[in-house]
């Protein structure tokens, strides 16, 4: 007890001692409880996590608000789409889980589920936007823990936390109802999970990488990449520490829950599509349009490895800058020569390169780069924003090189403080101009790509100004956020998602006043390709825009 | 086949019951319960209107189908998230702890071993008792054998007993019931606290210094200790394997989270007057002990866990885990019916809180048994004759709400129990069976095979005791 006490300053042994609280003494004034209140925040103010998370919570907010006031929430029309499909499992024709479909993985539009019901917030788009939100304020915060855990200091967990963060490209995607940050905030988490398991063992934690990489599987096909590769770490690491039948058992206990969501996605495909592979063979699966591509402006990444790599890896470059790429790259190989625990662990963030490589060089999906162009092809930014996948491996890299030099330079506590917020000054001065000018990488494919989201705007303001109503026939594949934009009541559209009065409508098109094609569209059209031969005689064109086309029947 | 001729004299054998005595041998808890609950008319009501239902589903199928269906969905549902809680709650906590030392002198401790045609066993079971770290001048073993069980009378006589034992001869009555035998033991029981073992059993040896400890440092409330069971034969078959897995989960997860324990066979630690109080084991319910811990609690009373194992023996073949299973179907059953004569009082004794866990524990763990048959088979019948009338048919029968919550139930509720299975196995130590728990659905629909024997058992012969064989593993007859 003496050498534990400790003696009180002078000022606090001549202060008077505080008054007993007695019995009937009343309440506590409010002044007391204001005292209270403000310690209470100074005391949750001071932990990193929170200092993060209200960071990257006021990011968050400020983009969307930036993002919406320049009318750029839904450039992708793939924005739209996802929380049209949300919209629809709970508010269409035929509401239910089958609206999910195949081509999409479903985890992302569940989240907005309890949001769609609510219709101001789908209309502008907040329904979509605020999963994605909080997902961005969760990957920050695990980032923050991840940094910590793999350097051991709160240096290295801010530093990683603000790479991710104030990039510009996720800064945007965030604000959208795009997929992209949800699966980067489980690749975070499942990371974590997996670095702190390699150190610790806790089950506990095995089951949490085990759910993390769940929802992952259930969010993005990439997510069954990091699965696949956690899995492996996980039976490498414990056969190496305990043999066959620990590692059978951990195996078991990551496995069953980790891969949980693609057992389910295929038997959800059998169930409800009557094809356990639907989401790989179907109409509107990558495979499919990725042949649609090829015949259509040819694959060159097909079958060639090294432009696979190439593509994937520049368009890293272009999502978060040739320099941070460098230094990412060299705190790998610090990370890799050096001796600890985590590093198995921690390259499951490289998992998405290998698939997106992969994933080109099978030509079942499409990438391009404007750097990368065939002879007589227009450079184009398609798909570029799939780099962005390996955001939390810059970031955590870049953070084991900085704290890495500042650790060799023996730099103290002071002088770390100062190189990180340089760091995170030239982060800023990297991602302020890009957002405020628009030209973050992930803008580029919408804004000068070529699925420009205009001519869906023009096709849903034309049907609001003339097929108010009146049913339309009409497919969700090409047509989406024209469905969106038209701002007419959900019964009035009849979709390839109503599967009975949708085929009543392609053999009977007289039951439709309106239909709305696109013979030549980059996804599967239904409507185009499902109608009965004649159906035009009964019909006229009435508009068309890009290569959208506008029929009315003929009275 | 051996012959037994003059049974020689056993030499620690108590005298015969005094009168008083008679009323645990002829009435024990009988006078409140499974004779008189199944004879009554709330059973008989219960049958009927289970018979009601059956004729109207035959007759106007499809209506009275879906407002069945919905209600097998609602208690899937609501069954399955109070387990999956009570399960979670369970994992949270190490039960039973002792932090103290016994008391010093340790009280008198009564052990009953009720003994049916264990003759084989009876060396070993001696050697396994004797290996009791307590004072033998503060124990008393009592061997219970009933009087007609000529085989193990005429071993017992055979056998040189240490002082701590004695044998108690049940004299010859209906029902031949372990639990009457156990009303026997319990008259002539001196201890403070009295234990019940099976013959197979073998507990570790400071259980009774931990139950004794545990006892002094608890509530005066708590007049009942249920040790952990556990499974020495654990590699003797795929089925032992399984086994294992769910007394694991069963003792160590869910005993744990539930407010209202359902004894589980042996190795319940009781506090002797407390029990006399209670009126001792009922001896026409076959799972007594299931009875016994409901009654505890509501009698205000309640049930604590001990932290120490008894390894008892699995049955290895189907057959015979079948019959067991019955039984312990068939007493739950009993124990069900009979706490529900008055479902009102029963509600009042028990609180709302230990009611449902009663309702979910006891009552509808044993529906779902009973049911699971059904929907599987409606589950694979629609997946072969999607497309045709009958898949049509049977998806008629499932408006979307009802659809989607069996889907979650079938899905996800499986999924879920053969994931804790699986972490069950890894965090108590057994990871070489994790892989078994993938096998958690064919043992299921093993246990539902049994709970339908146990219900048509409890129709023919409401208490007739299925007996297990014990010593059929090489581990339960070697010390």
């Keep these: ?555 | 086949m051996q012959t037994f001729g003059e049974l020689p004299a056993i030499t620690q054998a108590l005298p015969a019951v005094q009168d008083d005595g008679q009323r645990w041998t002829r009435w024990g808890a009988a006078e409140h319960g499974a004779k008189e609950g199944m004879g009554s008319m709330a059973t008989a009501l219960l049958f009927l209107g289970a018979a009601l239902l059956l004729a109207f589903t035959l007759l106007v199928p499809q209506a009275i189908v879906i407002v069945e269906l919905a209600l097998i969905t609602l208690v899937y549902l609501l069954a399955g998230g109070q387990k999956l809680a009570s399960l979670i709650r369970g994992m949270q906590v190490v039960p039973g702890q002792v932090t103290a030392d016994p008391p010093d002198p340790l009280p008198f401790y009564s052990v009953l071993v009720p003994l049916h045609h264990e003759q084989a066993i009876l060396p070993v079971l001696v050697k396994r008792l004797s290996a009791l770290d307590y004072p033998v001048d503060r124990l008393e073993i009592l061997l219970l054998v009933e009087e007609d069980d000529r085989e193990t009378r005429w071993a017992l006589g055979n056998i040189d007993l240490p002082d701590q034992f004695h044998v108690v001869v049940a004299p010859a009555g209906k029902p031949t019931t372990k639990p009457r035998a156990l009303n026997v033991g319990l008259a002539h029981a001196l201890g403070v606290y009295c234990v019940v073992y099976d013959a197979e059993d073998r507990p570790e040896p400071d259980q009774l210094k931990k139950a004794v400890a545990r006892f002094a440092q608890a509530d005066s409330k708590v007049v009942c200790l249920q040790a952990r069971l556990g499974i020495y034969n654990t590699d003797q078959s795929w089925l032992t394997r399984l086994f294992s897995l769910d007394y694991l989960i069963w003792f160590h997860a869910l005993l744990p989270g539930l407010d209202l324990v359902p004894l589980g066979g042996t190795s319940n630690h009781v506090r002797t007057r407390a029990l006399r109080q209670l009126g001792g084991w009922d001896p026409y319910n076959v799972t007594e002990d299931a009875d016994l811990g409901v009654r505890i609690a509501r009698a205000g009373l309640s049930i604590g866990l001990l932290d120490s194992t008894t390894w008892e023996e699995a049955v290895p073949s189907p057959l015979a885990w079948l019959r067991q299973r019955s039984r312990w179907v068939k007493g739950y059953l009993q124990t069900y019916l009979v706490h529900m004569r008055n479902p009102l009082k029963t509600l009042k004794d028990l609180g709302i809180g230990q009611f449902v866990t009663f309702q979910g524990a006891i009552g509808a763990s044993m529906l779902t048994l009973l049911i699971n048959p059904l929907m599987w088979a409606l589950t694979i019948t629609y997946f072969i004759a999607k497309g045709t009338s009958t898949g049509a048919g049977i998806e008629a029968l499932f408006p979307t709400p009802v659809y989607y919550g069996a889907l979650l139930c079938l899905v996800i509720g499986n999924f879920l129990y053969v994931y804790l299975l699986v972490y069950t196995a890894i965090r108590y130590g057994m990871e070489r069976l994790a892989h078994y728990a993938l096998l958690g659905p064919l043992y299921w629909a093993l246990m539902s095979v049994g709970a339908w024997m146990g219900l048509i058992d409890l129709i023919i012969h409401p208490h007739r005791w299925a007996l297990t064989r014990h010593g059929v593993s090489p581990e339960a007859v070697s010390a």
Excluded at chain 1, 75 to 103: C, E, K, N, W
Excluded at chain 1, 162 to 181: D, F, G, K, R, V
Excluded at chain 1, 426 to 433: D, K, R, Y
Aim: aromatic residues 10%; glycine residues 6%; neutral net charge.
């Design chain 1, 1 to 555: 007890l003496t050498t534990l006490y400790v003696e009180p300053p002078s000022e606090a042994r001549d202060a008077p001692p505080p008054q007993p609280l007695t019995p009937g003494s009343g309440r506590p004034s409010s002044e007391l409880k204001e005292v209270v209140i403000r310690h209470r925040i100074q005391r949750w103010i001071r932990i990193p996590e929170v200092q993060v998370g209200l960071v990257a919570a006021l990011l968050s907010i400020a983009a969307f608000a930036y993002y919406a006031h320049a009318g750029l929430l839904f450039a992708y029309p793939d924005a739209v789409s996802h929380f049209m499909i949300a919209r629809r499992v709970s508010v269409s024709r035929t509401p239910g889980l089958a609206q999910f479909g195949t081509s999409w993985l479903p985890l992302t539009h569940a989240l907005m589920l309890p949001l769609v019901w609510v219709d101001v917030l789908w209309r502008d788009g907040l329904a979509g936007s605020l999963p994605s939100m909080v997902a961005y304020v969760v990957a920050g915060i695990y980032m923050f823990r991840l940094g910590k855990l793999v350097l051991k200091s709160d240096v290295g967990g801010y530093l990683a936390a603000l790479a991710l963060a104030l990039n510009p490209s996720l800064i945007y995607l965030q604000a959208t109802a795009m997929s992209e940050t949800d699966l980067i905030t489980c690749t975070v988490i499942l990371t974590f999970y997996l670095v702190r398991w390699t150190q610790d063992e806790s089950w506990s934690d095995l089951i949490k990488c085990a759910a993390a990489c769940c929802a992952a599987t259930l969010i993005r096909y990439d997510g069954w990449a990091l699965t696949a590769a956690a899995a492996i770490v996980v039976m490498y690491t414990t056969y190496r520490r305990h043999g066959w039948i620990r590692a059978r058992a951990a195996a078991l206990l990551f496995g069953l829950l980790g891969f949980a969501g693609c057992v389910g996605w295929s038997v959800y495909n059998q169930v409800f599509f009557n094809s356990a592979l639907g989401f790989l063979t179907g109409p509107y699966s990558v495979r499919h349009q990725g042949q649609h591509l090829e015949t259509e402006f040819g694959l060159a990444t097909h079958y060639n490895l090294l432009l696979s790599t190439h593509s994937y890896a520049q368009a890293v470059v272009d999502n978060v800058g040739l320099l941070v790429v460098v230094a990412a790259g060299a705190g790998l190989v610090i990370h890799l020569v050096g001796r600890s625990r985590t590093r198995l662990a921690t390259c499951v963030l490289l998992a998405p390169f290998a698939f997106n490589v992969l994933s080109l060089y099978l030509g079942i999906n499409v990438l391009r780069t404007p750097e990368i162009t065939g002879p007589g092809q227009t450079p184009t930014y398609a798909n570029g924003r799939y780099a962005l996948e390996m955001l939390p491996a810059v970031a955590l890299f870049l953070a084991i090189a900085l704290t890495r030099l500042l650790h060799s330079a023996r730099a103290r506590l002071r002088t770390q403080v100062a190189v990180a917020s340089i760091a995170t000054g030239l982060l800023l001065v990297f991602a302020i101009p890009q957002v405020l000018q628009n030209s973050s990488y992930a803008l580029q494919d919408p804004l000068h790509g070529q699925s420009p989201i205009e001519s869906e705007v023009q096709v849903g303001t034309y049907l609001h100004q003339h097929a108010a109503g009146q049913s339309i026939l009409i497919s969700y594949s090409p047509f989406a956020p024209a469905i969106f934009f038209a701002n007419l009541p959900d019964h009035a559209f009849v979709t390839d998602n109503d599967t009975v009065p949708f085929h009543t409508a392609l053999t009977h098109p007289n039951s439709v006043e309106w239909i709305v094609v696109d013979p030549q569209s980059d996804s599967y059209d239904p409507v185009w390709s499902g109608l009965q031969p004649g159906w035009q005689q009964r019909f006229v064109l009435v508009a068309t825009y890009a290569t959208a086309r506008i029929y009315q029947r003929i009275t």
